[in-house]
């Protein structure tokens, strides 16, 4: 979490009565569970419970549900959106973001999705689903049936985010605003002058004109540049505006704009990393920094780890078995894990799954193939691993954060360690092939158990992570800063300086020097949760041999492409291709 990344954001600030009518209401119909007839629009849909879009199902009454629902909406569009729908192309239904993945159905009829369902689940939180209508699938006059089967993997779950809505296709759809960049990974390596243009397109029916507001800041507010101009892009054409930066400082950046037209407005978002590898966020590792992680260490090999695996014969399959696996950790606390084996007899490398914030880390989440053995661990606090630590979501991150004997990532990166006491026991583990891998909290996660077991650890492949660079974090990022804002305030009675202190024991910034293994890290240059800035405040440190990659567009969730580029960097350190 980051900011070594230019973010240029152009967000268009939206003039009252200017927005396309929405045809959809708050609140859906809402069922857990799955069913391919929740689809049907003769579905009677009568006896279900009501829900809005835009928060998680959890903040609304369903716990800590995770698996199937079903969102179900009727609609009637009146046919005097027919001439304005056909002349642009139809509608845009626009469902927000999903935690994880979905579905989306039209009258019973697939209109698209986001990720992957189980067998084959794949999680598609951070994409925005937008899905066009074409004019002749509408039944006008009548109620059209939209319904959205979604699948959570853990963790929150639903439709989170707006906007969500129905609308005739417009400005938001037909102008178009894009940067051109050398690069597509929207950065700039080379010392010297940041310039960049924006092409903004025009498809409308009529010629576009109006004012372009820009504004470019620096990922902790600083402003770089901030000027109006006025803009006329003719029907079917394109202009092309320059930003000249000048010489910026090593980070991220964010832009923001304002495109006001008479026919509506537009926005939009993108960003920009300048030098992320020279950003320079230096250690504050306590003088005993080595000492409480030693005595860690020794804490936990004082503990008999009592592995005890529990076959899963529903999950098991002609080529792999799946096991529970319960085992001890720091304090004689109880973690659970699922490890998965080929059947095949053999010496297989090994990957160690570790998990976001919050989440339930399952099968479905760890490596699907025969040729490697996996292990998805479940930190204590978290998925099935609750029995003796349970402070709750909410919670978790300031669990006895003001002694930092007894915090709870002290025992958390313990638990990692343990996973990996626990691979080296198998004789199927070829134990010169064993990675760590995770993202958000599992990508702080991995880069501490690189550390903390740096001999045993072979290869690292953290995403978006976590737990990096606090006193940054808390000023580049509303969460967790706005939660630890609160805990100050609740308790004035602990110097502030006290919990900062204890953050440092577990900043992955101050671990990452101890990592001996090659680490590829991948961050979203959109991410607002771990901003890259923190992501390459940790990076930087490592000495190890290890290299990056950047998706411009993602936030906190990356593209399916990454799983893909993850296993295949895997497979190419273990000389398994």
């Known amino acids: 979490m980051k900011r070594v990344l230019i973010l240029l954001g152009i967000i268009a600030l939206m003039s009252p009565g200017m927005q396309a009518q929405n045809l959809l209401k708050l609140e859906w119909k809402f069922r857990t569970g799955d069913d391919p007839s929740w689809a049907d629009p ?3 849909d009568a006896g279900w419970k009501q829900i809005e879009a835009g928060r998680t199902w959890e903040d609304q009454g369903y716990g800590d549900y995770d698996g199937y629902a079903w969102y179900r909406q009727g609609v009637v569009i009146p046919e005097s959106l027919k001439k304005s729908a056909t002349a642009n192309g139809g509608f845009i239904l626009r469902v927000g973001r999903i935690d994880d993945s979905d579905v989306t159905y039209w009258n019973g009829e697939v209109l698209g999705g986001k990720g992957g369902m189980p067998p084959h689940y794949e999680s598609g939180y951070g994409a925005d689903r937008i899905y066009t209508i074409p004019v002749d699938k509408i039944k006008w006059g009548e109620i059209n049936a939209i319904a959205v089967r979604v699948y959570d993997g853990g963790g929150g779950g639903g439709i989170y985010t707006d906007p969500v809505g129905l609308s005739v296709i417009g400005m938001e759809e037909l ?17 010297g002058a940041v310039a960049l243009k924006l092409q903004i397109g025009n498809q409308l029916k009529e010629k576009l004109q109006g004012q372009l507001a820009v504004r470019v800041e620096s990922d902790f507010g600083e402003k770089i540049l901030e000027e109006n101009r006025e803009l006329r892009v003719r029907s079917g054409g394109s202009e092309t505006v320059n930003l000249e930066l000048g010489e910026l400082d090593p980070g991220f950046y964010k832009i923001s704009a304002m495109l006001q037209t008479g026919a509506g407005n537009k926005r939009a978002a993108f960003a920009i990393g300048v030098r992320p590898e020279e950003i320079i966020s230096p250690q504050d590792r306590p003088d005993d920094f080595d000492n409480y992680w030693m005595r860690a260490r020794r804490e936990l090999d004082a503990v008999d780890p009592q592995f005890k695996l529990i076959r899963q014969d529903s ?118 092939r064993v990675a760590v891998e995770g993202g958000s909290q599992g990508g702080a996660l991995s880069f501490a158990t690189a550390a903390l077991d740096n001999e045993r650890i072979s290869i690292c ?30 308790h004035p009675e602990i110097p502030q300086e006290q919990i900062y202190r204890t953050l440092s024991y577990i900043d992955i910034k101050n671990l990452a020097p101890w990592i001996r293994a ?21 990076y930087n440190q490592v000495t190890s041999p290890k290299e990056y990659s950047v998706y411009p567009e993602a936030g906190h969730s990356l593209p399916g492409a990454y799983d893909r580029a993850k296993y295949e960097w895997i497979k190419k350190m273990f000389h398994m291709q």
């Open 518 to 538: 090659p680490l590829f890290m991948s961050v979203g240059l959109m991410d607002t949760t771990c901003p890259p800035h923190i992501n390459f405040a940790a």
């Open 42 to 44: 003769a579905y009677d």
């Open 175 to 191: 102008v178009s605003v894009q940067p051109i960049l050398e690069r597509e990974d929207h950065l700039f390596l080379e010392k």
């Open 315 to 432: 999950l098991c399959t002609e080529t792999r078995e799946f096991y529970i696996l319960e085992m001890r950790s720091l304090g004689n606390i109880l973690v659970r894990a699922w490890y998965m084996r080929p059947v095949k007899e053999g010496v297989y490398p090994a990957i160690l799954h570790v998990q976001g914030y919050g989440t339930f880390l399952k099968p479905d989440n760890m490596y699907q193939g025969d040729d490697m053995v996996a292990l998805g661990l479940n930190i204590r606090g978290h998925g099935f691993s609750q029995d003796h630590v349970n402070p709750g979501f909410q919670s978790f991150l300031q669990t006895h954060v003001e002694d930092k004997e007894l915090y709870i990532y002290r025992g958390a990166y313990m638990d990692c360690i343990r996973a990996v006491d626990f691979l080296f026991s198998r004789p199927e583990v070829d134990t010169t």
């Open 461 to 490: 492949v953290p995403h978006v992570p976590f737990l990096s660079d606090f006193p940054d974090y808390f000023k580049v990022a509303g969460w967790p800063g706005g939660e630890f804002r609160q805990y100050f305030k609740l």
